[in-house]
Nanobody, 122 residues
Framework: QVQLVESGGGLVQAGDSLKLSCAAS????????MGWFRQPPGKEREFVAA????????YYADSVKGRFTISRDNTRTTVYLQMNSLQAEDTAVYYC???????????????WGQGTQVTVSS
């Protein structure tokens, strides 16, 4: 069982940056492909970014490519999402998720965090 805890959300202005963190509670994220998803108000959850469990390959949604960066620390306990040039359309609840030995384009993740709110004012 993997417990994921997100942090770093908040209220920012358009053009600002935020860095989200996703920490594994009581364990490691080694062997897990990690993904970030988001759910805008009134919309379905959507994929944002993923980093593979093996060689650290990354994959981004077109809407965030060039603005967001996913990374993981060397201890394999925390995954980050650096978000730059934030726009009002990025307003959403952001979730991290883990999938054991998952592919970089996996859609069905095994574990999910509780989410953190990101609000971008224009």
């Amino acid at each position: 069982q993997v417990q994921l805890v997100e942090s770093g959300g908040g209220l920012v202005q358009a053009g600002d940056s935020l860095k989200l963190s996703c920490a594994a509670s009581g364990g490691t994220l080694s062997g897990y492909t990690m993904g970030w998803f988001r759910q805008p108000p009134g919309k379905e959850r959507e994929f944002v970014a993923a980093i593979s469990w093996s060689y650290g390959a990354v994959y981004y949604a077109d809407s965030v490519k060039g603005r967001f960066t996913i990374s993981r620390d060397n201890t394999r306990t925390t995954v980050y999402l650096q978000m730059n040039s934030l726009q009002a359309e990025d307003t959403a609840v952001y979730y991290c998720a883990a999938k054991w030995h998952g592919g970089i384009r996996s859609v069905n993740y095994d574990y999910w965090g509780q989410g953190t709110q990101v609000t971008v004012s224009s």
